[in-house]
C-alpha cells in the first residue's frame, strides 16, 4: 500500500514543482491574441468603435467586446476578426466602407496647428502660423481632425477610382428573356 | 537533330483567323494628327515628365525618366510641338486618365541625335541602364522592363534564353510577320542578350503553324552556329505563356515560389529582341512598334505604328466594316475592349481587332457551375478553375488563394471549354483585384500602426523630457540658498512697501475728504 502511495505522491510533487516553475519562467506578458487582432484591424485610429484607437479595440475585443463595431473594417473585416477568433460571424448587412480622406482649404488654413495635434496617425505636415496640409497617401479618413479646426476649413473627401487603385468589378450579367 | 520536346498540359485549339492579316507586308503607318503618349506604359513606376508644353521635341527625344530600377522611360514618336502635360484616357480596360504627353508632330520627322551603344565596351550595369533609358520594354504585352529580366541569377548558372516567337493568340501575326521580315534583327538582339546572360544555348520557339516564320529565322540564326536553335512547337493555345514555352522547350516547370532567372531559363518576345537590336545599332530609342490591325476591317494587316497614336486614327487604315461593334486590343482570348478611340496604341499594343456580332457572337446565357471538371482538364497551369471560380463567386479571396488563384495567367482556356458558360476569367479577374486591394490596405494599416506607435513614443519621450526639465528646475532653485533667502528677502520688502503705501492712501483719503468739504461747490 505505501509502496504505491509514496512514489505517487512523490511524482505528483515533482511534476506540480515543474509546472510551477514553467509557469513563472515561461509568463508571457500581454496576450498575444491582441497583436494578431490589431493586426486584422484597418487602423485607421478613428474612435468610431467607442475605443480610443484600435489597439485599445483589439484589447476590447480580447476581452469579449463585439467585433461588429468598426465601420471603416465592414463586413469584410468583421468576418476576418470572426475566423480570427473562432466566433459567429457577423449579422449581413453591415455598411460598405466607403475611402476618404481629409483636405484642407489652403485659403482658409491660419496655421494653428490643433489638427496636427489631432492626427493619430502623422499624416498633416506643418507649423506654427505656416500652411498645414495632409498627405494624401498617409491619410486614414478618421475625421478627427475635423472638430478641433477653429476656421473649418479641413474637409472629407472621397477617395476616388484612379488607375492604379481600379479593380475589376464583380461580374455580372443582365438576365435576358429566353424564348 | 531531333530533339526532345516536352508538353505543358491541357490547352485548347481555337480558330486562329490569322491568314487574313499576312498578306500584305508590314506596312508603315502615315503620322496622325496628334500623338498621345502616355507616361507609364510598362510594369513599375511611372516616368517622370521632362518636358513642359510648349516645348519642341525631337524623335526618340527622351520626354520621360525613368523613376527606380522597375521602370522605363518613354520618348518622343515623332518631332514636334508638346502641347500639354496632362492626364489623358489610358489604354486600360478602364479607361480612366492617366499622364501623358500630348504632341503635335510637326511633319518633319527630324531625329534626335543617336548614337549606337558600344555595349562591349561598358559594363553590364551600365549596359542594362542605357536599356532602361532606351524605353526597352517586353512587348509581348506584359511590358516589363527588358533591363530588369537581363541579369543572371547568383546561384544558378543560365542554361537558356528562350525566344518567344509562338505567338498563339487567334489573329495576332505581329510577331509572325515581324520574323518573316525582320529575322536578321531578332537574332541578332537575341545575340546581345546572350552576351548579357551568358547562356549555353538561344531556343526561339515558334508555333509549327508559321513556316515561313520558321524558315526565316532558321536561315538568320545559321550564322551563330549551333548555339542558336530555331524549334517548332505544335500549335496549341496558350504555348506562347512564358511558363507553358519553357516548359515545351527546356521541360522545366518554374514554381510558382520562383523565378525563371533562378532555374537557369529567362524568355523574351521576338518583339523585344527586335527593339533591342535597333537600339545597340542604330541607338534607336523604342517609339514604334508592329501592331495587327485584323477582325472585321477591309484591310487586315500589319502597321509599323508609332506609339501614341489615337486608336481612332490607327484603326481608320483597316476601313472597318459598318457593322463594327467595339474594338479589342490584345487578341480574343486575352485582350480587352478598347474603352474609348481617344485611347492611344502604347507599348503592349499588340493587336487591334475589330468586332462585329459575325465574328463574335454574344456569349449565351450563364448557366450552374456542374462541376465537370472540363476547365481543369484545359488549365495549362493545372489549377482547379472550379474551386476558384466556388470561392471568387462568394467573395472568399482567401480561399481561393488556397487553390492557387495567383498562379492564374488569365488565359481563357477554362472559359472557353465551360459546356456552362461561365465567364471565369472574369471571376478570375475580380477575385485577383479584391486580393491586391486587401494587400494594398494591409500596407497602409501597417504603416499607420508604425506611425501611430511612433507618435505615442514620441509624445512619451516628449512628457518625460518636461518632467525632467521641471524637476531639475525646483531643484536648482533648492540648492541656491542665498537665492532663496534674497528672493524672501524681496518678497518681505514688497509687502512692507505695499503696506506702507497702503497706510499713505488711507491717510490721503481722510485728508482729501477734508480737503473737498473745504473746496467750494
Given at each position: 500500500m505505501?509502496?504505491?502511495?509514496?512514489?505517487?505522491?512523490?511524482?505528483?510533487?515533482?511534476?506540480?514543482?515543474?509546472?510551477?516553475?514553467?509557469?513563472?519562467?515561461?509568463?508571457?506578458?500581454?496576450?498575444?491574441l491582441i497583436d494578431e487582432i490589431e493586426n486584422a484591424l484597418p487602423q485607421t485610429q478613428c474612435g468610431q468603435c467607442g475605443f480610443p484607437g484600435c489597439r485599445a479595440y483589439a484589447e476590447a475585443i480580447e476581452n469579449g467586446a463585439r467585433i461588429d463595431l468598426c465601420p471603416p473594417g465592414g463586413e469584410a473585416g468583421a468576418r476576418r476578426l470572426a475566423d480570427l477568433l473562432g466566433r459567429d460571424p457577423p449579422a449581413p448587412g453591415m455598411e460598405e466602407p466607403s475611402p476618404q480622406a481629409a483636405v484642407i482649404d489652403e485659403q482658409r488654413c491660419i496655421g494653428c496647428t490643433l489638427c496636427i495635434q489631432a492626427c493619430p496617425v502623422d499624416a498633416i505636415v506643418g507649423a506654427a502660423k505656416q500652411l498645414h496640409t495632409v498627405v494624401g497617401t498617409l491619410c486614414t479618413g478618421c475625421e478627427l481632425c475635423v472638430p478641433p479646426c477653429p476656421m473649418e476649413c479641413i474637409q472629407m473627401k472621397a477617395v476616388t477610382e484612379n488607375i492604379d487603385n481600379w479593380a475589376w468589378k464583380y461580374p455580372v450579367f443582365g438576365i435576358r428573356r429566353v424564348n | 537533330m531531333f530533339r526532345k520536346l516536352f508538353s505543358f498540359k491541357g490547352g485548347i485549339k481555337p480558330d486562329t483567323y490569322k491568314a487574313v492579316s499576312t498578306r500584305e507586308p508590314i506596312g508603315i503607318a502615315p503620322l496622325p494628327s496628334t500623338l498621345i503618349v502616355p507616361l507609364h506604359q510598362h510594369a513599375g513606376g511611372r516616368a517622370i515628365p521632362r518636358v513642359r508644353a510648349g516645348d519642341r521635341v525631337l524623335k526618340g527625344q527622351c520626354i520621360g525618366e525613368a523613376d527606380g530600377w522597375i521602370s522605363s522611360a518613354v520618348h518622343?514618336?515623332?518631332?514636334?510641338?508638346?502641347?500639354?502635360?496632362?492626364?489623358?484616357?489610358?489604354?486600360?480596360?478602364?479607361?480612366?486618365?492617366?499622364?501623358?504627353?500630348?504632341?503635335?508632330?510637326?511633319?518633319?520627322?527630324?531625329?534626335?541625335?543617336?548614337?549606337?551603344l558600344r555595349y562591349q565596351a561598358l559594363s553590364p550595369e551600365k549596359t542594362r541602364e542605357c536599356l532602361r533609358d532606351a524605353g526597352i520594354v517586353g512587348l509581348g504585352g506584359a511590358?516589363?522592363?527588358?533591363?530588369?529580366?537581363?541579369?543572371?541569377?547568383?546561384?544558378?548558372?543560365?542554361?537558356?534564353?528562350?525566344?518567344?516567337?509562338?505567338?498563339?493568340?487567334?489573329?495576332?501575326?505581329c510577331d509572325d510577320m515581324l520574323m518573316r521580315e525582320r529575322a536578321e534583327g531578332i537574332v541578332s538582339g537575341a545575340a546581345f542578350f546572350r552576351e548579357l546572360l551568358d547562356p549555353k544555348k538561344v531556343l526561339i520557339g515558334i508555333e509549327d503553324n508559321k513556316p515561313e516564320a520558321i524558315a526565316a529565322m532558321s536561315e538568320a540564326a545559321k550564322r551563330f552556329g549551333?548555339?542558336?536553335?530555331?524549334?517548332?512547337?505544335?500549335?496549341?493555345?496558350p504555348a506562347g505563356g512564358a511558363k507553358q514555352l519553357i516548359r515545351a522547350l527546356t521541360g522545366k516547370e518554374i514554381p510558382a515560389s520562383r523565378r525563371s532567372p533562378e532555374m537557369g531559363v529567362q524568355c523574351f518576345?521576338?518583339?523585344?529582341?527586335?527593339?533591342?537590336?535597333?537600339?545597340?545599332?542604330?541607338?534607336?530609342?523604342?517609339?514604334?512598334?508592329?501592331?495587327?490591325?485584323?477582325?472585321?476591317?477591309?484591310?487586315?494587316?500589319?502597321?509599323?505604328?508609332?506609339?501614341?497614336?489615337?486608336?481612332?486614327?490607327?484603326?481608320?487604315?483597316?476601313?472597318?466594316?459598318?457593322?463594327?461593334n467595339g474594338f479589342l486590343m490584345g487578341g480574343p482570348m486575352m485582350g480587352f475592349e478598347i474603352p474609348g478611340m481617344d485611347?492611344?496604341?502604347?507599348?503592349?499594343?499588340?493587336?487591334?481587332?475589330?468586332?462585329?456580332?459575325?465574328l463574335f457572337p454574344p456569349p449565351p446565357a450563364e448557366m450552374p457551375c456542374i462541376r465537370c471538371g472540363s476547365c481543369a482538364e484545359a488549365c495549362p497551369h493545372e489549377l482547379q478553375p472550379f474551386e476558384l471560380y466556388r470561392f471568387a463567386r462568394v467573395k472568399n479571396f482567401d480561399r481561393a488563394r488556397e487553390f492557387a488563384l495567383d498562379e492564374c495567367i488569365e488565359c481563357g482556356c477554362c472559359a472557353y471549354v465551360c459546356p456552362s458558360r461561365i465567364p471565369l476569367v472574369q471571376y478570375f479577374r475580380f477575385a485577383k483585384s479584391g486580393v491586391q486591394a486587401r494587400l494594398r490596405e494591409k500596407e497602409k494599416a501597417e504603416s499607420a500602426r508604425s506611425r501611430v506607435e511612433r507618435r505615442k513614443a514620441r509624445e512619451a519621450r516628449a512628457k518625460a523630457e518636461k518632467a525632467e526639465r521641471l524637476a531639475a528646475g525646483a531643484q536648482a532653485s533648492g540648492m541656491d540658498?542665498?537665492?532663496?533667502?534674497?528672493?524672501?528677502?524681496?518678497?518681505e520688502r514688497a509687502r512692507q512697501d505695499r503696506e506702507t503705501i497702503q497706510a499713505g492712501n488711507a491717510n490721503d483719503a481722510e485728508t482729501g475728504d477734508r480737503y473737498d468739504e473745504g473746496q467750494p461747490r
Open positions: 505505501l509502496t504505491v502511495i509514496f512514489p505517487m505522491t512523490l511524482g505528483a510533487a515533482a511534476l506540480g514543482a515543474m509546472l510551477g516553475w514553467a509557469s513563472v519562467r515561461f509568463r508571457v506578458d500581454g496576450s498575444p | 518622343a514618336p515623332a518631332s514636334g510641338k508638346v502641347l500639354a502635360v496632362e492626364n489623358r484616357m489610358a489604354a486600360h480596360p478602364s479607361g480612366l486618365p492617366t499622364l501623358s504627353v500630348v504632341i503635335e508632330p510637326d511633319g518633319l520627322d527630324e531625329w534626335a541625335c543617336l548614337h549606337p511590358a516589363f522592363p527588358t533591363h530588369a529580366k537581363l541579369s543572371a541569377a547568383k546561384q544558378t548558372a543560365m542554361e537558356a534564353i528562350v525566344i518567344n516567337g509562338a505567338e498563339c493568340e487567334p489573329f495576332m501575326t549551333s548555339d542558336f536553335e530555331v524549334i517548332a512547337i505544335p500549335a496549341r493555345y518576345n521576338v518583339g523585344t529582341a527586335y527593339s533591342a537590336w535597333r537600339f545597340i545599332t542604330f541607338g534607336e530609342p523604342l517609339v514604334s512598334r508592329i501592331v495587327t490591325l485584323t477582325g472585321n476591317v477591309e484591310n487586315a494587316r500589319n502597321w509599323e505604328t508609332r506609339i501614341g497614336t489615337p486608336f481612332r486614327e490607327f484603326v481608320a487604315l483597316g476601313h472597318p466594316g459598318h457593322d463594327t485611347a492611344p496604341v502604347v507599348k503592349s499594343s499588340n493587336c487591334v481587332i475589330a468586332a462585329a456580332t459575325s540658498a542665498s537665492k532663496k533667502t534674497a528672493v524672501q528677502a524681496a518678497i
